[in-house]
């Protein structure tokens, strides 16, 4: 189960066995007849400002998220309460820019089981994360590869686009014989899982044309992703913190730019550091 983070730091909007009569189930009766069920969310947020000035503008309305929750469940039909707890904490996260996280439970207390219980019920807890991505290309409309890309993330639900750095040109990497690269960096607030945020991205490149002919070779668009909160993650495709973002000027000097104090997890060193410390080694030739 996800941890919230930095749940010290948020404050807590709570909603108590919201009844909400819906048809999920498995079996005919329950999606013709239908039954109740009992909703509970914890949504985590920083309402300082909120408490502070005193505005409802500046937290989670929580009549209209009830409101929003009774909607949800009586329009959409699952089969398992666990698919209905899957989209719903989704889709609150989505619709509730403001909360961070929350875990929601659905209690299902006419589950047809024959045994006396008071309900059965299912728990999810979702949370917003933080990717840091690396974005080049050098063929073709650099700018426009990278402008449209960044549009692209943002237009995804799941995905909305926080901090975006200025354009660098810089020289290429590893295979040096090409066009140099325009390069960014982008910070997003995403829902999606790191392997799910790669089909993701791979699927932006390749609407833009990307080939992968060769290691280190031109590209119309090249995103990586350099960090997701300060998960170490690695399989045959994908590692996270990226495997040789320490060394490449390219991802380094966008990035300071938006996350100058980000800790790289393994390295123990900002982002700021990472760089001053690769432009003592690297020539400009190289920058």
């Known amino acids: 189960m ?5 749940e010290k730091d948020y404050s807590l909007i709570r909603i108590r066995d919201l009844k909400v ?15 109740n069920f009992f909703v509970s969310v914890d949504a985590y947020q920083n309402i300082t400002d909120a408490a502070t000035l005193d505005e409802l503008i500046l937290t989670t309305d929580y009549s209209d998220m009830c409101r929003h929750i009774e909607k949800f469940l009586t329009e959409n039909t699952y089969k398992l309460i666990e698919t209905a707890a899957e989209e719903l904490s989704k889709n609150l996260l989505m619709t509730y820019s403001l909360v961070e996280s929350v875990v929601v439970e659905i209690k299902k207390p006419e ?10 019920s299912v728990v999810r807890r979702m949370s917003r994360h933080k990717a840091i991505l690396s ?3 050098n063929i073709g409309d650099r700018e426009k590869h990278l402008k449209d890309a960044i549009a692209e993330l943002d237009k995804e639900a799941a ?18 014989e090409q066009d140099k ?32 002919k060769e290691h280190w070779g031109p590209r119309t668009l090249d995103i990586d992703i350099v960090f997701y909160d300060d998960l170490v993650y690695g399989d045959g495709t994908l590692q996270i913190p990226h495997i040789d973002m320490q060394n490449r000027y390219f991802v380094l000097k966008p990035l300071s730019e938006i996350e100058p104090g980000y800790r790289h997890p393994l390295l123990n060193r900002t982002v700021m550091q990472l760089l001053l410390e690769l432009e003592e080694k690297i020539s400009e030739n190289d920058k």
């Open 111 to 120: 589950a047809p089981i024959d045994a006396s219980l008071e309900y059965v």
């Open 181 to 212: 690269f325009m390069n960014c960096a982008v910070e997003v607030s995403t829902l999606l899982a790191p392997k799910d945020l790669l089909i993701f991205t791979q699927g932006i490149e390749l609407d833009h044309g990307r080939e992968r």
């Open 135 to 137: 974005l080049g290309s």
């Open 21 to 35: 009569f819906a048809h999920h189930g498995v079996f005919a009766e329950e999606t013709e007849k239908g039954q």
């Open 159 to 176: 995905t909305n686009v926080i901090k975006v750095s200025s354009i660098h040109e810089t020289m290429p990497y590893g295979y040096k």
């Open 2 to 6: 996800e941890q919230v983070k930095n």
